[in-house]
């Protein structure tokens, strides 16, 4: 069969021609000329408005660690309306003030992100992971009016000052509570910023991307048109119960917040939350007693359920549509959800996108993926792909060079880092991913990840960080980190330690060093002691690559 497949084709065509739910149209963004989806909301606010049409549909349900809490769109924003007002009459919050939140997924977090951005202020999603010296330092690089965090995030900070009011989402029962307050009335456009969320930056400390109203509204309506695709090519059957979401990544994700709770709102869906720790067999329990019918898994967590003979002793056959990312899934794996899950109508597809790029990019749906797996597809729409050489000249078909992304969902840049921006952003709005790729027939195909990237369960691991906080560590002369391999987690971390002259180390006394400064998905699962220097390039730089081939110290050209 013929790439790209005919029937997607014409979907596609359906749905974003004129008159079509999806319809294209132009219009300035940021002050560029620019491709964008006719009927896109113009900000958060009006999202969170539209969804008092779905009323006493169920909005969040929340379950684990001892607790269960349901809430309906209806009462959701009777709920939102009470806090944003106690935020602006409190705590004066207002539009453009930025406010931290850090927790465990749960209610709290989805109804204060929602009271934050009814009132026109930022959110600022704080890594749920992180551990205190780097809670400590997004605080001062933040500078946020306003902490909502769980005591557990608090209690990392060790009772040192915090410096800005906190409210304890354990004791925000009052401030939730319904009640007929109508939202605060604001003024918003869609180049306001909306959101800010971590990447974890190359120099070893995380950047804020900025993320306007248009950037997310815009990264909803392409998830609805790839959502549109997928039921024109695989309708429901007159059986099937309405659709329900499981969402098991994290808030402070694109995944758990602009693909699950504000699509989800937007789309006026039922969410289910696994509150905790990830269980498989308990999910299931959920899958059954929910009928939840869509996932977005990551390989990690799909991996646990279907190799769970607890898990798999529940019935699951209500789940129709899985999705995934943060790592490619095997063919091993892939064959075994197959076998385990053989309902399922949508499984296995691949995609290109970055936060900076508001998640998406490329998709590689699963009618093309089947034929080709090498590429990571073609572009959706509103979304201009060049590859570029180093001079930022674009490139022909076939050639390899850095990929660079156009669309209305490019960042508005690195909160507090213009020159980072400036490298990122180009004239036009053209996005450098610093990811190597090439097109051919128009489609994307990834050459190398960021040279120093490791993806440990969908989890992006930059190894600056990591060898910043060994080579503090007085007995260690210079570190080196890379990922290698691992079955079920995509990639591992690895660190390469040289110590001091007449000094030795001791491997968990590293561990536990580097796990009392930054979070624990970034220690070191592998190690290895050298006495040999580490290779190096002309400049100085650590050459990664080498680490994993090579034990003795060279010089590339």
Not at 123 to 146: M, S, Y
Not at 209 to 225: A, I
Request: net charge negative; charged share 25%; proline share 7%.
């Amino acid at each position: 069969m013929s790439l790209p497949n005919p029937a997607l084709i014409a979907v596609e065509q359906r749905l974003l021609g004129p008159g079509g739910p999806f319809e294209l149209e132009e219009a300035v963004v940021r002050g560029e000329r620019m491709q964008v989806m006719k009927h896109r909301p113009p900000h958060l606010r009006a999202l969170l408005e539209r969804s008092a049409a779905f009323g006493e549909v169920e909005y969040l349900v929340c379950v684990g660690e001892g607790r269960e809490f349901r809430t309906t769109y209806a009462e959701h924003l009777r709920r939102v309306a009470h806090l944003a007002r106690r935020l602006r009459d409190d705590y004066g919050v207002k539009k453009g003030d930025r406010i931290a939140l850090l927790g465990a997924n749960g209610p709290e977090w989805v109804m204060a992100f929602w009271a934050v951005e009814a009132l026109g202020a930022i959110a600022v999603a704080f890594n749920g992971w992180w551990v205190g010296d780097e809670i400590r330092w997004a605080l001062a690089h933040t500078e946020p009016k306003l902490l909502l965090a769980d005591e557990k995030r608090l209690a990392r900070l060790e009772g040192a000052p915090i410096g800005v009011p906190v409210i304890r989402f354990e004791a925000m029962g009052e401030l939730l509570a319904p009640s007929d307050d109508p939202l605060p009335d604001v003024p918003l456009h869609g180049d306001d910023h909306a959101i800010i969320l971590f990447t974890s930056g190359t120099s070893g400390r995380p950047r804020g991307v900025v993320h306007t109203h248009e950037n997310v509204c815009s990264s909803v309506m392409l998830g609805f048109f790839h959502g549109a695709r997928v039921a024109a090519l695989h309708p429901p059957s007159p059986s099937d119960g309405p659709n329900v979401v499981m969402i098991t990544s994290p808030l402070f994700h694109v995944s758990g917040l602009h693909a699950g709770a504000i699509s989800s709102l937007a789309g006026g869906v039922k969410t289910v939350w696994p509150l905790g720790r990830f269980d498989a067999e308990k999910v299931a329990a959920l899958v059954e007693r929910e009928k939840i019918t869509s996932w977005g898994y990551t390989p990690t967590l799909l991996k646990r359920l279907v190799e769970s003979e607890a898990a798999l002793r529940h019935d699951l056959s209500s789940l129709r549509v899985i999705g995934g990312g943060g790592a490619p899934v095997s063919p091993e794996l892939q064959a075994l959800v197959r076998e385990r899950l053989p309902q399922l109508r949508e499984t296995f597809s691949i995609g290109y996108g970055l936060t900076e790029g508001t998640a998406f990019g490329t998709i590689n749906p699963a009618e093309e993926w089947a034929h080709d797996r090498t590429g990571v597809g073609r572009p959706l729409p509103t979304i201009a792909i060049e590859i570029r050489d180093e001079r930022g000249q674009a490139l022909p078909e076939g050639e390899v060079g850095e990929i660079h992304i156009r669309s209305p969902l490019v960042m508005a840049g690195y909160f507090r880092d213009e020159e980072a921006t400036r490298e990122a952003i180009r004239p036009n709005l053209w996005l450098r991913t610093g990811d190597l790729g090439y097109l051919e027939n128009g489609r994307l195909y990834l050459a190398s990840r960021r040279t120093d990237l490791i993806l440990r369960g969908g989890e992006n691991v930059y190894p600056a960080e990591i060898e910043r906080r060994l080579e503090a560590h007085e007995d260690v002369l210079e570190a080196g980190v890379v990922g290698v391999p691992d079955d079920e987690l995509g990639q591992r971390v690895k660190a390469i330690v040289v110590p001091r002259p007449g000094r030795t180390l001791d491997v968990d006394a590293l561990t536990r060093w580097v796990s009392e400064g930054i979070a624990y998905y970034k220690v070191p699962a592998e190690w290895e002691i050298r006495r040999d220097p580490l290779p190096r390039n002309a400049t100085g730089k650590v050459v990664r690559h080498a680490l994993l081939n090579s034990a003795t110290p060279f010089i590339e050209d």
